[in-house]
């Protein structure tokens, strides 16, 4: 038989560890660029909402300075300007029903033309049929 020997080296560190080590700094570098991704995502949307709430607080003060001036009309004033307001809101109301009004006529007219016109067709095709027999 063959003396079958085996070579250990001596105090040396295996390879297999040196992958292991390896492997975990690279899981560690990949959670670090992961984490970097997710703190740059949640600060842009932290500043939009930010940027989101001062619009509204610019908005809000917009409309109660519009508000003011209001006030400061006499209440001969405020009936007027109610009066015209009121006025012109019957008067669009009577305009869009004018407007159905004449559309739904137009309608009419349009369908009554198109069977006049049928008919003078039918009755020159009935003329044609006869001349042909």
């Known amino acids: 038989m063959a003396d079958a020997t085996t070579v250990v080296p001596a105090g040396g560190i295996p390879d297999m560890v040196y992958l292991g080590i390896f492997i975990i700094l690279g899981l560690f570098v990949l959670y670090l660029i992961i984490r970097e991704i997710r703190l740059m995502k949640t600060t842009n949307r932290t500043i939009e909402l930010d940027l989101e709430r001062e619009k509204l607080k610019l908005l809000q003060q917009h409309e109660a300075e519009k508000l003011l001036p209001f006030t400061r009309f006499s209440p001969e004033q405020t009936a007027a300007?109610?009066?015209?307001?009121?006025?012109?809101?019957?008067?669009?109301?009577?305009?869009?029903?004018?407007?159905?009004?004449?559309?739904?006529?137009?309608?009419?007219?349009?369908?009554?033309?198109?069977?006049?016109?049928?008919?003078?067709?039918?009755?020159?095709?009935?003329?044609?049929?006869?001349?042909?027999?």
Request: no cysteine.
């Open 81 to 133: 300007i109610k009066q015209v307001e009121d006025e012109n809101t019957a008067l669009s109301t009577d305009n869009v029903a004018k407007e159905n009004l004449l559309e739904k006529r137009l309608t009419r007219l349009e369908s009554i033309v198109k069977g006049k016109k049928l008919d003078v067709l039918l009755t020159n095709v009935t003329e044609q049929e006869k001349k042909v027999k």
